[in-house]
């Protein structure tokens, strides 16, 4: 895994942008930017070469789920990994993630552990192709 | 124009005959003409009244059938006092979690500052030679064990911060019940406003379609975190809820 990847974070509540930007950190990733929704994230991901999308659901604007299926239907960002990060926890709402084609998916409030592990789990299936 | 009017042609009648007979003197038809024209004004304030207890009527039972408000105070009120009620849990979570860290933080804290204390102290007699190789053996053991302790106590130290950082996260999450609160807020508001209204003249309830409309969530829509008590049913309780979900989906 590629410590300098550029990863964008995605969250409605600069609070919630600013922990997983220091846990992200913490875990070696510092290369990171950050976007309050799915219109603001959208414009950045088709111009910055981000490598990895960490993204909140429920946003004003565009939400989280619109903004990976957005991505999906991209073809220059459609092998974008995402990592949904939400509180959102119907499994209906897993479920739709899933066929959206998200990498991963982990409820609010979460630990440092959980988040590495999500993460790690992500780029060894990538890397293993 | 309605015919029971005073301003009607009636009305003028009525009025011409009256200033005739005040004219002439004719106190007892003047009274009488009096009296009808009474009785035409008195008819249209009825039929007014009568208009105006149809609306409401017909209101009130539209009122009644409109399922908003009895949602409202139902289920949507109580809901709300189950989210408010949450967000106490969440807040009251996050704050004992930082306290609880930065006692342990204020703890080691104090320990390093401490052990620190001393070895700077031995270390600035070595500085000025007055120390002997007694002493001198005595600091050295004391400086690895310094270092053990270190090595032991850094990682409890980071992990109280980080605590601390994920703790906030409440923040994130209460935000999120408290905005859907103040929508419910805001839709009893209109109610209400819808019901002082309807004792006016123009008895729509503004907005109210577009309430119905908004309520009507598609069940993919985000719904903000989970409240226990409030959100039954197909909630995952935990991220291992989640992998096993994802997993049995292939994942």
């Known amino acids: 895994m590629d410590k300098n990847m550029k990863i964008l974070i995605v969250d409605d509540f600069s ?14 990733f510092s290369n990171t930017d950050e976007a309050d929704d799915g219109n603001t994230a959208l414009p950045k991901l088709q111009s910055g070469n981000f490598d990895f999308l ?45 066929q959206a084609g998200v990498n991963g998916y982990v409820v609010k409030p979460f630990t440092a552990a959980t988040l590495k592990e ?8 990538i890397e293993a192709g | 124009m309605n015919e029971n009017n005073i301003c009607s042609d009636e009305g003028l009648n009525y009025a011409k005959k009256l200033v005739e007979c005040i004219e002439q003197g004719n106190l007892e038809e003047a ?13 249209h304030l009825f039929q007014e009244l009568g208009k105006l207890t149809r609306d409401l009527h017909d209101t009130m039972v539209g009122f009644q059938l409109d399922s908003k408000i009895a949602d409202m105070a139902e289920t949507d009120i109580p809901d709300a006092t189950e989210r408010l009620n949450h ?25 390093l500052r401490e052990k620190s204390e001393k070895l700077h102290e031995n270390w600035d007699r070595f500085r000025k030679r007055d120390m002997d190789v007694d002493e001198f053996r005595s600091m050295s053991s004391e400086l690895d064990e310094f270092f053990q302790w270190l090595d032991q106590k850094t990682p409890e130290f980071s992990s109280s911060l980080s605590d601390i950082m994920l703790a906030q996260g409440f923040q994130d999450l209460t935000g999120q019940i408290i905005g859907r609160v103040i929508t419910l807020v805001q839709d009893v508001e209109e109610g209400l406003v819808g019901l002082i209204r309807m004792t006016g003249k123009k008895m729509n309830v503004p907005g109210a379609a577009e309430k119905d ?25 935990s991220q291992d809820d989640v992998d096993d979900l994802l997993s049995s989906l292939g994942f």
Do not use: H
């Open chain 1, 118 to 125: 999500k993460i790690d789990k992500i780029f060894e299936r």
């Open chain 2, 213 to 237: 409309k908004k309520k009507d969530w598609p069940d993919i829509e985000a719904v903000g975190p989970a409240v226990p008590g409030v959100d039954k049913g197909d909630i995952v309780n």
């Open chain 2, 31 to 43: 009274e009488k003409v009096m009296e009808d024209l009474s009785a035409l004004r008195e008819s």
């Open chain 2, 87 to 111: 967000v106490i849990t969440l807040t009251e979570q996050a704050a004992e979690k930082t306290l609880s860290s930065v006692e342990t933080s204020m703890a080691l804290f104090d320990d």
């Open chain 1, 54 to 98: 960490v993204t909140d659901w429920n946003m004003p604007g565009m939400q989280g789920i619109d903004l990976l299926k957005a991505v999906r239907a991209d073809p220059k960002l459609a092998s974008l990994p995402v990592l949904l990060v939400t509180a959102e926890a119907k499994k209906e709402q897993i479920v739709e993630a899933a």
């Open chain 1, 15 to 28: 609070t919630m942008r600013r922990i997983i930007k220091n846990l992200l950190r913490d875990l070696g």
